[in-house]
């Protein structure tokens, strides 16, 4: 079965730094991208990092690009989210999911198999 777990939420204060796991299994690691997402409160789910693990390309949006990193070992078939410099803007439940297509997306509906997800909140 494929299996997206996500691990290292928590509760950190404004500045602070929280990094999010990945794990994934069930599928061929390297056939496919990962992306993390955040949903707030009565939002839309939001792409905030995107990692190839065909040809290790990267992409961030503008309202996490020097904040955020994703970084992927994919011996361990594990992709990582540091967080830095955390907003409480940055409060959601964060996901990451994997999606087989070989261009560049952060369109949730793109993406094959998603996570359960782990909170994450800032306090100011």
């Known amino acids: 079965d494929v299996q997206l777990v996500e691990s290292g939420g928590g509760l950190v204060q404004a500045g602070g730094s929280l990094r999010l796991s990945c794990v994934a299994s069930?599928?061929?690691?390297?056939?496919?991208?990962i992306g993390w997402f955040r949903q707030a409160p009565g939002k839309g789910r939001e792409g905030v990092s995107y990692?190839?693990?065909?040809?290790?390309?990267?992409y961030y949006p503008d309202s996490v690009k020097g904040r955020f990193t994703i970084f992927s070992d994919n011996a361990e078939n594990t992709v990582y989210l540091q967080m830095n410099q955390l907003k409480p803007a940055d409060t959601a439940v964060y996901y990451c999911?994997?999606?087989?297509?070989?261009?560049?997306?952060?369109?949730?509906?793109?993406?094959?198999?998603w996570g359960q997800g782990t909170q994450v909140t800032v306090s100011s």
């Open positions: 990692i190839s693990n065909r040809d290790g390309s990267i």
């Open positions: 999911a994997a999606v087989a297509r070989p261009e560049h997306t952060l369109v949730a509906a793109d993406y094959d198999y």
């Open positions: 069930g599928f061929t690691f390297d056939d496919y991208a």
